[in-house]
């Protein structure tokens, strides 16, 4: 079964860098508005993947 949560983030996707263990969605949002995203994704692929679709 995925658990979703805890999950750690990377400052600027790199895994090389600071990182952070978010434990559930409104933390990570928060961390994400700090620059810190999943291990590889880029900081412009992270800063719009909470945008809402535009109908």
């Known amino acids: ?7 750690c983030l990377y400052r600027g996707g790199v895994v090389d860098a600071e990182f952070c263990v978010v434990l559930d969605p409104q933390e990570e949002a928060e961390a994400r508005q700090d620059g810190f995203s999943s291990a590889g994704e880029s900081q412009e692929k992270a800063n719009t993947k909470r945008k809402p679709k535009a109908e």
Do not use: R
């Open 1 to 7: 079964m995925f658990q979703e949560f805890p999950k």
